[in-house]
Each structure stands twice: as structure tokens, then as C-alpha cells.
Antibody, heavy 120, light 108 residues
Framework: QLRLQESGPGLVKPSETLSLTCEVS??????????WGWIRQPPGKGLEWIGS???????SYNPSLKSRATISADTSKTLISLKLTSLTAADTALYYC????????????WGQGTLLIVSS | ERVMTQSPATLSVSPGERVTLSCRASHSVSTSLAWYQQKPGQAPRLLIYGASTRATGIPARFSGSGSGTDFTLTISSLQSEDFAVYYC??????????FGQGTRLEIK
């Protein structure tokens, strides 16, 4: 069974760059049956899609992030990574990694999330 | 951009009742609509995709309907474990995806 585990620094300062990783176990990230996505949730608020990466390496991002996000995949380490630049307090959120089924284009498996706080 | 609007923001209901949650899209999303359930301290769980198809392992008391711009999620008889926040998500503009702001289902 596929398992996703996010990890990150927990606390970063404004204007810095965030690096998060999602370790995938129980399956290959080179699979053609899943895409991979990052979604975030500010405390007490709703879900926001950040972006996705496809088995071809193609990526797609939420335009609201204004090109601050970069998603990549390291097949040798079974890691999906997210970089987010120019952080502000508005980026404080729980960050989730999730699989997106190619059949349904929905997020059918999620990690438990990693909390990021942006504060000086 | 497809804006997804859910109503109401909060719904107070009693166990055993039938409840209907609404999700409206700013432009047609055909049937490219999913519903998720999120309980406190947990990641969201996929309930419905394709507007009306239950995901694996989802009880039959959950049903989805609609197409175009108006969608509903119905829970036929609320169980205690169903009190949670529910989100709709459109993927008609895939790979661009948008979520609704959520409806909180609370115990009356």
C-alpha cells in the first residue's frame, strides 16, 4: 500500500525559501497510474492546491503562487519535493503531499501533512 | 478560473437525519467534481469523484449528484463519524484544480 510522509523545517523566516519533501513508500514514483500533488491548508482554513508533477516530469502550478513554487521528483530516492520562495506569513499552513489518480484526476491518497510556520 | 462556492458554511444537524450539501461552480465543470471529507487532525479523504461515483470503501449512505455548475452531496442518515468538514473540488480545468471553501457539519 502506498504511503506518503512529508517532512520540512517547521519554522522559517519571511523572505526565505522553503524546501519540503514527500517520501513515498510502497510504490514507485515513476508509475504511470499516479500523478503527485502538493496541497496546503492554513490553520483553520480550507484547502489550496499548490501544484502537481506528472510521470513525464511535466509540472503544473496554481497561478496564485505567482511562480514561487517548484515541484520536482527524485526517482532514485522516491522523493517528491516542493520549493517555495519569498515566503510570507500567508504561507503558514499544513502542507500535504497526495497522489492523484490518472483515472479520476482526484487526490485519492494523502500524507499526514507537515506544518510550516513563517515567522521572524 | 473556476471558483467553487459551497453552502452553507456550517450546518447543524442531528444524527440519523438526511443532509444535503451544496457546491456551485462559477462556470460549467461538466461532471468533473469530487467531494472530500476531513475530520479534525486528519488529512482529507476522497468520497466521490465524477460527481456521483463513490470512491473505494465509501459507505452507500454517501451519494453525489449534479452536473454543469450545481452539485450536491447527500448523506442519507448521519452517523456520528460523519461530523466533519466537506470540500468539493473541480478538475474540469485539469491540470488546474480548485477547491471549495468547505462546509462544516456539526452536531445539533
Amino acid at each position: 500500500q502506498l504511503r506518503l510522509q512529508e517532512s520540512g523545517p517547521g519554522l522559517v523566516k519571511p523572505s526565505e525559501t522553503l524546501s519540503l519533501t514527500c517520501e513515498v513508500s510502497g510504490g514507485s514514483i515513476s508509475t504511470t497510474i499516479y500523478y503527485w500533488g502538493w496541497i496546503r491548508q492554513p490553520p483553520g482554513k480550507g484547502l489550496e492546491w499548490i501544484g502537481s508533477i506528472f510521470y513525464s516530469g511535466t509540472t503544473s502550478y496554481n497561478p496564485s503562487l505567482k511562480s514561487r513554487a517548484t515541484i520536482s521528483a527524485d526517482t532514485s530516492k522516491t522523493l517528491i519535493s516542493l520549493k517555495l520562495t519569498s515566503l510570507t506569513a500567508a504561507d503558514t499552513a499544513l502542507y500535504y503531499c497526495a497522489t492523484m489518480s490518472v483515472d479520476s484526476n482526484t487526490f485519492d491518497s494523502w500524507g499526514q501533512g507537515t506544518l510550516l510556520i513563517v515567522s521572524s | 478560473e473556476r471558483v467553487m462556492t459551497q453552502s452553507p458554511a456550517t450546518l447543524s444537524v442531528s444524527p440519523g437525519e438526511r443532509v444535503t450539501l451544496s457546491c456551485r461552480a462559477s462556470h460549467s465543470v461538466s461532471t468533473s467534481l469530487a467531494w472530500y471529507q476531513q475530520k479534525p487532525g486528519q488529512a482529507p479523504r476522497l468520497l466521490i469523484y465524477g460527481a456521483s461515483t463513490r470512491a473505494t470503501g465509501i459507505p452507500a449512505r454517501f451519494s453525489g449528484s449534479g452536473s454543469g455548475t450545481d452539485f450536491t452531496l447527500t448523506i442519507s442518515s448521519l452517523q456520528s463519524e460523519d461530523f466533519a468538514v466537506y470540500y468539493c473540488q473541480q478538475y474540469n480545468t485539469w491540470p488546474q484544480i480548485t477547491f471549495g471553501q468547505g462546509t462544516r457539519l456539526e452536531i445539533k
